[in-house]
């Protein structure tokens, strides 16, 4: 064999941070090591895999093939390192969306590392475009997102379902009014999530539609943030129902009911459909669809229309 395991983990690393200095820190080596062993690479084969713009990396063509069969096989190395070590999980990178993150991922990765102690695992919370990129570029083994995807490369599965909700402070004219039409909703002030989150998606697509020009006050990436400023009373907002859960318990929100619109949606698990699925991710999987089943028979997570 003419390669080894070695020069296709730096590879990996380098087509990941596109900057062998970088890729060099994450290896614990030196950079000279790191890009000795990308040219003798690529001299073995006579075959460039990254164009090379100033002090900058760029996959080409053949880097970009190469990425996919080289994350799924440094996957299986690891799950042959984890066999021949004891059965021990191999390291897991979970990316989640915001609304995902905040309120389910946390609670799937503690159990995760409650029934496995052992396992290194991590969560990188960012919204839906984000963690497409993320996973397509193979920086997550597994994506939990709220957005709609369709893209050749990826695996999406539905997960859990949920709903948008429409709704103000106590003390916004709206608070109580019951049913609200569009015409009412498109003269009130907008707090709502930014472009490239699942959040906004659907409410460009349902009801952005039918509001026409309506006013946006503020976009903010965070629905804590969105929360608060409502709360002060700066507009009203849109956002899942499971992040209203508590804020509409306590009364510090309220809801505006909007039966005009179908606001449901899915929460998707997502993986490269070119990536090997580590045990790691597998058991994960496993784990989220327990959590989707539990809070399907309880109810916990205010999940409302269950079919």
């Known amino acids: 064999?003419?390669?080894?395991?070695?020069?296709?983990?730096?590879?990996?690393?380098?087509?990941?941070?596109?900057?062998?200095?970088?890729?060099?820190?994450?290896?614990?080596?030196?950079?000279?090591?790191?890009?000795?062993?990308?040219?003798?690479?690529?001299?073995?084969?006579?075959?460039?895999?990254?164009?090379?713009?100033?002090?900058?990396?760029?996959?080409?063509?053949?880097?970009?093939g190469l990425l996919a069969m080289a994350e799924q096989l440094l996957d299986q190395a690891h799950e042959i390192e984890s066999y021949l070590g004891g059965g021990r999980l191999a390291p897991l990178t979970v990316g989640a969306t915001l609304t995902i993150g905040n309120y389910l991922g946390t609670l799937a990765i503690a159990e995760y590392m409650r029934q496995h102690p052992e396992a290194p695992v991590s969560l990188q919370v960012a919204n839906t475009r984000t963690i497409v990129e993320r996973l397509l570029r193979f920086d997550c083994d597994i994506g939990l997102i709220e957005g709609e995807v369709h893209h050749h490369e990826l695996l999406v599965e539905p997960w859990l379902e949920d709903e948008l909700v429409v709704f103000c402070a106590p003390a916004h004219t709206l608070a109580g009014k019951g049913v609200v039409d569009s015409a009412?909703?498109?003269?009130?002030?907008?707090?709502?999530?930014?472009?490239?989150?699942?959040?906004?998606?659907?409410?460009?697509?349902?009801?952005?539609?039918?509001?026409?020009?309506?006013?946006l006050r503020l976009e903010l990436e965070h629905t804590e943030a969105i929360k608060r400023a409502v709360e002060s009373n700066l507009g009203i907002g849109c956002l899942s129902r499971l992040a209203l859960r508590e804020a509409f318990r306590r009364g510090s929100l309220v809801e505006i009911p909007t039966p005009q619109f179908d606001l449901r949606r899915h929460f998707?698990?997502?993986?490269?459909?070119?990536?090997?699925?580590?045990?790691?991710?597998?058991?994960?999987?496993?784990?989220?669809?327990?959590?989707?089943?539990?809070?399907?028979?309880?109810?916990?997570?205010?999940?409302?229309?269950?079919?």
């Open 184 to 215: 009412v909703l498109a003269r009130q002030a907008w707090i709502l999530r930014e472009p490239g989150s699942g959040t906004r998606r659907q409410f460009d697509e349902t009801l952005a539609p039918a509001l026409g020009r309506f006013t």
């Open 1 to 64: 064999m003419k390669f080894t395991l070695r020069q296709i983990e730096i590879f990996s690393a380098i087509a990941r941070e596109q900057n062998v200095s970088r890729a060099a820190e994450w290896l614990s080596m030196s950079q000279s090591a790191a890009s000795n062993a990308l040219v003798e690479l690529e001299r073995q084969f006579d075959c460039p895999l990254f164009d090379r713009i100033g002090k900058t990396l760029h996959l080409n063509a053949s880097g970009r």
């Open 268 to 307: 998707y698990v997502v993986r490269h459909a070119h990536r090997h699925e580590s045990r790691s991710a597998l058991v994960f999987r496993q784990m989220c669809d327990a959590i989707c089943g539990e809070a399907q028979r309880t109810a916990e997570l205010a999940l409302p229309f269950i079919p």
